[in-house]
């Protein structure tokens, strides 16, 4: 019982710490922290026990947030600067994702049934810059001012679009494709510059918040996207690549609204100006960020439950792709729909998740959205199994309804891991965090490609329809809902 209360400690110790280094230099009074914390925690000599622990615990596995004393902001209703950063991120991934549902969508009725094996091909083409420029992203974050990379990325955003519209009049898949990882390459430089500037423009007590509805707005133009794309297409068909081009058109009208909004951004300091790159970071994980996820073995538990969530999303999307298309053989609107419904649910479980945070880590949410996760895909592998052909109407709102509780359930699971990762670094860190981020979860996204590749090919063999893939995903969640059972802490750092 002693070896585990002095287990329980030594972790709450660590967590204290990451918080603790963030506000030191600015003489804000710490509860927790000790006088004789060294200034370098990476340092040969640093030990985490000279923090004096808190016996503390808290059954609903939460843990307060740290708030942010160097500014008297604005509240986050009245912040200009953030509803700007929301905007802009918004419109971001709205264009990404209707692109890529219009090249997913052209994959599958281009070249009949066989161009769903372009499907993963496309998802690795958009995925993988993210895990070899995850890195070096969260380096820039670092480095160089994050307003100004939003900014930047926002026109890159323009120049991408605009090759989207001359890619679908050459003709043929692989142009179309082309352009889908050139806007992977922006969005991986986007990622950890929108993430890692939250914590220094906002008070530490909105970031739970801030966080919701980031996500909240993140998923809903993401699914929203996806979604207007398959009625898009379907409208334009009768023009066939002349239409596809007016779609782009429209994307590169969003993305020169969204660089205006990107401008509202607040300035903040460079965290690390004098930082130096190393081959290392190529990775997305230098010595210090290694040394923090060394120390805080709770981080790293975060990030790979991030990771499989965005395994989980990514399969999801393709799967209900060729559910739709093909094994229920309803259209490509009607199947952009039952994507729409998950989006729906995503932003109502982000903002539940952020009331029911209030300023607090709470990871009892997590294991709570994992197992509406489990439900969920189970009961759209009976659905799927039981439904007559053709499908009839009800059905399909069947169907739609629970991919609805099956958002809901992942806007609640993912909120929290987001929130906490963006507080354990110190400052100098965070940029390099969040391109770590970046590059476990788009580890997640190739993964599914692949996976969903193999998959397809199995059931093919199996001669078993592509639903049975709902059951594979659950019993993927199923270990978070059953193990992740983070310490029951509670870090009691000054509030204001």
Sequence with gaps: MHERDSEKERTTGRLIVSAARRHEKQSHRLLTVVPDVG????????????VRPLATSNPDMSMSMPVDPAENRPSLSRDRCFWGMTATQLLGAFNDNLFKQLVLLYCLTAVGKQGGDYQPIAFFLFSIPFVFGSGF??????????RSLIVGCKFAEIAVMLAGVFAFGMGGLWPPLLVLFLMGL??????PSKYGILPEMLRA??????????????FVAVIFGGALAGFLKELTDEHKVAG????CWGCVGLAVVGTLFSFLVRR??????????TPSMILGIDRPTRALLREDRIAVKVLLISSLFWFVGGTCQQLVNEFGIYQWGIGEAKTSLLLASIGVGIAFGCVSASLLSKNRINFGLVTGGAWGMVGCLGSLWLIA????????EAWITAAAGVLLLLGFSAGIFVVPLQVFLQVCPTEDLKGRMMGTMNLINFCGIVASALAFFALRNLWAQLELPISWTFPVLATVVLPVALLFRPPE???LIGTR
């Design 489 to 491: 802490t509670k870090t």
């Design 186 to 191: 922006q969005s991986t430089v986007f990622g």
């Design 205 to 218: 007590r909105d970031l739970p918040s801030a966080n919701g509805i980031i996500q909240m707005t993140t």
């Design 137 to 146: 992203s969260g380096f820039l974050a670092d480095r160089y001012s994050k």
């Design 244 to 247: 596809l081009q007016w779609i």
């Design 39 to 50: 200034r370098d925690r990476f340092s040969p000599g640093h030990r985490s026990d000279k």
């Design 268 to 277: 903040t300091p460079v965290a690390v100006p004098d930082l130096k790159f």
């Design 385 to 392: 199994r039981e439904a007559p052909a053709p499908v009839p």
